[in-house]
């Protein structure tokens, strides 16, 4: 057994609403064990940001930072001219990241993925790990990513393991609703401004990238 497959679920369970006081609270109780619990998705997250291909000097958001598990890849990708922000909506999560150090490899902030204190045009790239299928309103989150994102930016959606393989670890079923379904998050992103460019669901990643569209 691989420590992948002793992860716990990641997931609130589906009887519980994504809005944002039901979050906090899911999250809230795990923050100060999250990282003894995954200590080793590192690998899988400092490939998760090199998908988006940064440069030096560009602006990096991780949206739903948590414990602030990718802000070291994408500090290192980005240097020390760029700018990298972290944002979670559950405040032990970010205590938690700034016990960590990583208060020092990116500006944290408390907020709603759907609602960002940033201005628009203002980022290179998204990287938002198991977020979107957390989002109150899907929908309006990606639009608010384009919001905040210059024409040409990227996007990654990402988790360390897949779909199938979350599920199954629960005990549940994959279902045709899954807003990470390729069917069901392609238009979505259209509708939002994004243009799904790759598509991975494997048993060891989920990576859906994009581009975000003129206008």
């Given at each position: 057994?691989?420590?992948?497959?002793?992860?716990?679920?990641?997931?609130?369970?589906h009887a519980m609403n994504n809005d944002p006081a039901s979050v906090r609270e899911f999250f809230g109780g795990k923050a100060d064990t999250w990282d003894s619990k995954y200590p080793d998705?590192?690998?899988?997250?400092?490939?998760?940001?090199?998908?988006?291909?940064?440069?030096?000097?560009?602006?990096?958001?991780?949206?739903?930072?948590?414990?602030?598990?990718?802000?070291?890849?994408l500090r290192t990708a980005v240097g020390a001219p760029g700018t990298v922000?972290?944002?979670?909506?559950?405040?032990?999560?970010?205590?938690?990241?700034?016990?960590?150090?990583?208060?020092?490899?990116?500006?944290?902030?408390?907020?709603?993925?759907?609602?960002?204190?940033?201005?628009?045009?203002?980022?290179d790239a998204v990287f938002a790990a198991g977020l979107v299928h957390h989002l109150h309103d899907p929908g309006a989150g990606l639009r608010e990513f384009a919001r905040v994102c210059r024409p040409g930016a990227r996007l990654a959606l990402f988790h360390p393991i897949g779909r199938a393989a979350l599920a199954a670890r629960r005990g549940h079923t994959l279902?045709?609703?899954?807003?990470?379904?390729?069917?069901?998050?392609?238009?979505?992103?259209?509708?939002?401004?994004?243009?799904?460019?790759?598509y991975d669901d494997a048993p060891d990643r989920y990576l859906a990238l994009a581009v975000r569209l003129d206008g």
């Open positions: 057994m691989t420590a992948a497959d002793r992860r716990e679920p990641t997931a609130m369970p998705d590192t690998p899988a997250y400092e490939a998760g940001v090199g998908e988006l291909e940064l440069r030096p000097g560009q602006s990096a958001l991780d949206a739903g930072c948590g414990t602030g598990r990718a802000l070291a890849a922000i972290g944002v979670d909506l559950t405040p032990q999560m970010l205590r938690a990241a700034a016990r960590a150090g990583r208060d020092r490899l990116a500006l944290l902030l408390e907020a709603d993925a759907a609602r960002l204190p940033l201005r628009g045009k203002s980022l279902t045709d609703d899954d807003v990470r379904a390729e069917p069901n998050l392609r238009p979505l992103l259209a509708a939002a401004g994004w243009r799904l460019t790759r």
